[in-house]
């Protein structure tokens, strides 16, 4: 999942937000769970206390004393965590639980808490031993005693601590397991709502490889426009590259049948005039045919859904140039995977390596060799293939190589031909997109390299 994708900020996004709301979520539930355990253990402080006061009372002679023990039995044994403690206001003596031992309980941080109503505090503290506390102290006035009395209970802290850290633990798991529960929904959802957009991908790829004409089958409601304005876009397009090919037809009609007619007038005319003209009107047809013939080639080689399988043209061309050139034993051998394609127009790829072969049959002594490669060839970040043409002729010198690729350059005028095919083949591969490069070959010969616009496998 590349990060400037649909499916990454939906993902991401959602995750971000999830992830948010579940630490938000889970704090506030761990602060929910600590506060119940806070008042739970202050409730039970509380209880114990009231039981102290229960059992609490003044003798005749004016003591202290208590009456009863507390269910409590850790207040007992000797620094359990567990205390309590009466303790006059006025400098008197103090009763202690047995649990304190020699010890007293550090009330000083009750000055810095405020009392509720019924005059009791709550407050931490540290106990013996360095133990965290938690108190629970309020102020009695006993029947018979004439100053206030503080009672006083305490408890670990380290307890209400454990529960607290356990909860929290299975909190954490809980809320991890939920946000990878929550990250795989949102995978799911993603790829599966995403799902019609890889369907309007593969549909545009059968229209560019030559398989469909239109986007085809039914789509969600959001995308349903989108498929419908691509529709009309590709519809539109065809009419007007129709409409410019009938103009082209037209035009090459219109202008070869007055050229047709000026040059059998020509021809009747022996003299420099006549020649003059023909030489003219010959020059104009070229003319023509070379930019109609461009505009034809242009206008295909950007048609969408143009595909033509290569393997049988270039069979089929080897073919008929061996029957031509049989009397000098040319032999051609074609190597071309069955499924390459070529994104164009079949009577463009025809003109191209026809032009490679015919040139190089002509050049060659006894041997042609024609390989097209698909694995691997790219360029501009699009496919192409390769097609070399090899022979084991002469060769060309290198200061030689651009001069062959410029309109009716010839090199031998004893070998027929007008000097137009490498320099159409040049026309046709930058219309695509491509290019033509002239090596030298590893049979001794001319070695053209021609790269195409490929598509994929045709089948």
């Known amino acids: 999942?590349?990060?400037?994708?649909?499916?990454?900020?939906?993902?991401?996004?959602?995750?971000?937000?999830?992830?948010?709301?579940?630490?938000?979520?889970?704090?506030?539930?761990?602060?929910?769970?600590?506060?119940?355990?806070?008042?739970?253990?202050?409730?039970?402080?509380?209880?114990?206390?009231?039981?102290?006061?229960?059992?609490?009372?003044?003798?005749?002679?004016?003591?202290?004393?208590?009456q009863g023990g507390l269910s409590e039995t850790r207040f007992d044994l000797a620094y359990s965590g567990w205390y309590w403690q009466i303790w006059p206001v006025a400098p008197r003596p103090a009763l202690r639980s047995r649990s304190l031992f020699d010890?007293?309980?550090?009330?000083?941080?009750?000055?810095?808490?405020?009392?509720?109503?019924?005059?009791?505090?709550?407050?931490?503290?540290?106990?013996?031993?360095?133990?965290p506390l938690r108190v629970v102290e309020r102020r009695v006035t006993l029947p018979g005693y004439d100053v206030p009395v503080s009672f006083a209970v305490a408890g670990e802290r380290s307890e209400m601590n454990v529960e607290i850290q356990s909860f929290n633990t299975w909190l954490f798991v809980a809320m991890a397991a939920m946000g990878a529960g929550l990250l795989v929904a949102l995978l799911i959802q993603v790829r599966f709502g995403l799902r019609p957009l890889d369907r309007v991908r593969h549909s545009l790829s059968q229209i560019r490889t030559g398989r469909a004409t239109k986007l085809e089958g039914d789509f969600p409601l959001e995308?349903?426009?989108?498929?419908?304005?691509?529709?009309?876009?590709?519809?539109?397009?065809?009419?007007?590259?129709?409409?410019?090919?009938?103009?082209?037809?037209?035009?090459?009609?219109?202008?070869?049948?007055?050229?047709?007619?000026?040059?059998?007038?020509?021809?009747?005319?022996?003299?420099?005039?006549?020649?003059?003209?023909?030489?003219?009107?010959?020059?104009?047809?070229?003319?023509?045919?070379?930019?109609?013939?461009?505009?034809?080639?242009?206008?295909?080689?950007?048609?969408?859904?143009?595909?033509?399988?290569?393997?049988?043209?270039?069979?089929?061309?080897?073919?008929?140039?061996?029957?031509?050139?049989?009397?000098?034993?040319?032999?051609?051998?074609?190597?071309?995977?069955?499924?390459?394609?070529?994104?164009?127009?079949?009577?463009?790829?025809?003109?191209?390596?026809?032009?490679?072969?015919?040139?190089?049959?002509?050049?060659?002594?006894?041997?042609?060799?024609?390989?097209?490669?698909?694995?691997?060839?790219?360029?501009?970040?699009?496919?192409?293939?390769?097609?070399?043409v090899e022979d084991d002729g002469p060769g060309l010198p290198e200061s030689a190589r651009k001069t062959v690729l410029q309109r009716g350059a010839r090199l031998d005028e004893t070998k027929p031909g007008s000097g137009l095919g490498l320099s159409i083949v040049t026309e046709v591969a930058n219309l695509y997109g491509g290019e033509l490069k002239l090596e030298t070959s590893a049979m001794g010969g001319l070695r053209a390299e021609l790269y195409l616009p490929a598509t994929a496998p045709f089948s």
């Open 223 to 388: 995308i349903e426009p989108l498929a419908e304005e691509l529709n009309g876009l590709l519809e539109g397009n065809r009419e007007v590259l129709e409409r410019a090919r009938t103009h082209v037809g037209n035009l090459a009609h219109a202008l070869k049948t007055p050229l047709s007619v000026l040059t059998n007038e020509a021809r009747s005319h022996k003299d420099p005039f006549g020649e003059t003209v023909s030489r003219m009107t010959m020059q104009m047809r070229e003319q023509i045919d070379r930019h109609l013939a461009r505009a034809r080639m242009a206008a295909s080689a950007n048609v969408l859904g143009a595909h033509t399988p290569v393997e049988p043209v270039v069979s089929r061309i080897a073919r008929a140039l061996e029957r031509i050139h049989a009397e000098r034993g040319i032999s051609i051998e074609v190597s071309c995977p069955p499924d390459a394609g070529f994104r164009g127009e079949a009577q463009d790829l025809e003109e191209v390596v026809g032009n490679l072969l015919d040139n190089a049959c002509k050049w060659a002594e006894e041997q042609v060799r024609l390989t097209v490669t698909t694995e691997g060839i790219e360029r501009k970040n699009r496919a192409f293939l390769l097609v070399v």
């Open 1 to 66: 999942m590349r990060s400037d994708s649909l499916a990454f900020r939906l993902v991401a996004g959602a995750a971000l937000w999830s992830a948010i709301a579940l630490v938000a979520g889970g704090l506030i539930l761990s602060a929910i769970f600590r506060n119940s355990v806070e008042r739970s253990f202050d409730s039970r402080l509380n209880v114990l206390l009231h039981s102290l006061i229960a059992t609490t009372e003044v003798n005749a002679e004016g003591e202290i004393v208590r």
């Open 103 to 131: 010890q007293s309980l550090d009330l000083s941080p009750a000055e810095k808490t405020i009392r509720n109503e019924i005059g009791l505090k709550i407050f931490d503290t540290i106990g013996p031993e360095n133990q």
